[in-house]
């Protein structure tokens, strides 16, 4: 990927890799710099602000993670009120495994949920995407594993 592509393709919230160092100020005497007292200051690599995730995109987010693990946690909360209910006032009887298991399913969906809702949604703060966001899952997940198989490759 050349420098452009990689320039286009990086997120409006995404660090540069390539910041450069500023210039330190000579304005100290050295007798009262840290460095000369044994401490020394780590600049980070990036502020927050450069690492923040804009408001617009995180109400995103947290809109579709409410939606896409809301939902299912509400269902799984139903499904044991109903079949309660069920059991005491009338004489439907439910297997107690099969109650679990949707249970299980509706909360387990829930939890698959929590990363759909983020992955689907687009992280450019001018572009809203789609309703179900298929595709911004795809080019999200890309994303996430091209990250992963950078950070291997570093630590090999």
Known sequence: MSAEESERSRLPFEPNKKRQKP??????????SKESKGQTTKQPPF??????IPKVVSQRMIRRVAAFCGIPTALGITTLVVSYLLTIYTD????PIAVLLVNMGFFGLGVL??????LSASWEEDRVGNWLGLGEFGTNWGRMVEVWRETRQKKV
């Open 23 to 32: 210039a330190k100020a000579r304005s100290q005497p050295p007798a009262q």
């Open 47 to 52: 502020t927050k602000e450069e690492m923040a």
């Open 92 to 95: 439907i009887r439910l297997a």
């Open 113 to 118: 949920g929590i990363t759909y809702g983020v």
